[in-house]
């Protein structure tokens, strides 16, 4: 199978950083020799495309980067090639419907990242990661125009599962709703959802999805899987998301993106 793929797509969180965000050297090295063998590396995430720029340099990143798990996809330059925003009639009922779970609300619009108390459940952790302070807003009454993702935050893991079926059934085909991390329910635009990014890769540089390897460890990774001739889970990820992959990795505590890249993609 390795010898016939020419893009590897990769989740970032959980799947490319070890559980501390870090970028190891051998990830570095696997993707290097992704690019001697001729092999186009891209990445997409729920960050916000800033949130990404650290991994440009020492991945020497060419392709676009999808943002948003695909709301906004920028070039290494971080100029705007497309954006895909939320409906600006659903980003109240959306809230609403996440604090009838108990979840708090980010809102992600234009280069700004809103939440509702900045000593919240996460927030440290996630300017930690994106590198970057959020704003704070009493209400998202004000921001419903140009919304790119709406985050439902919490530590009751099973409340965030619930609100992500409850969003699917009460918005349908309107958003796209699904967790990135157990703790959050990404909500942002129908076609911005990683299957999608799989299937703009494959349009812009003329490569079949059966030439395409997708690796990632949450639900929402699982939208590329099916656009991918090789899909590659985590080690860390949940029995349902590795159930949905062709292969299976070791996690991203034990190098589990390398070990793909040695075990499954590269030719040979």
């Excluded at 950083?17 to 001729?38: N, S």
């Excluded at 639900?219 to 889970?233: E, K, Q, T």
């Amino acid at each position: 199978m390795g010898s016939t793929i020419r893009l590897f797509l990769a989740d970032v969180d959980g799947t490319l950083v070890t559980p501390d965000k870090v970028l190891t050297d051998r990830a570095i090295d696997a993707v290097r020799k992704l690019g001697e063998a001729g092999i186009l590396f891209a990445i997409t995430s729920g960050r916000p495309p800033l949130g990404m720029s650290m991994l440009i340099e020492p991945l020497s990143i060419t392709t676009p980067i999808a943002a948003f798990n695909g709301g906004v996809i920028v070039n290494p330059d971080m100029s705007v090639i497309e954006q895909r925003v939320l409906p600006e009639e659903l980003v109240v009922p959306v809230a609403e419907l996440n604090k009838s779970f108990g979840l708090d609300t980010w809102v992600y619009r234009g280069a700004d990242w809103y939440v509702p108390d900045p000593h919240g459940s996460h927030v440290a952790r996630e300017s930690a990661t994106v590198r970057f302070e959020p704003k704070v807003m009493t209400s998202v009454d004000g921001l419903t125009s140009d919304v790119a993702k709406l985050v439902g935050v919490s530590d009751d893991l099973d409340a965030v599962a619930r609100a992500s079926t409850a969003a699917h059934d009460k918005f349908g085909d309107h958003v796209t709703a699904a967790r990135s991390q157990p703790y959050y329910l990404d909500v942002t635009h129908p076609d911005a959802n990683k299957g999608a990014v799989a299937r703009y890769l494959s349009a812009k540089y003329q490569i079949p999805p059966e030439a395409i390897a997708t690796i990632g460890d949450m639900p929402n990774d699982v939208l590329m899987f099916a656009h991918s001739g090789l899909s590659i889970a985590m080690g860390n990820a949940s029995l349902e998301v590795q159930r949905s992959a062709r292969r299976v990795t070791t996690s991203n505590a034990d190098e589990g993106f390398a070990t793909a890249v040695d075990r499954f993609i590269l030719p040979g």
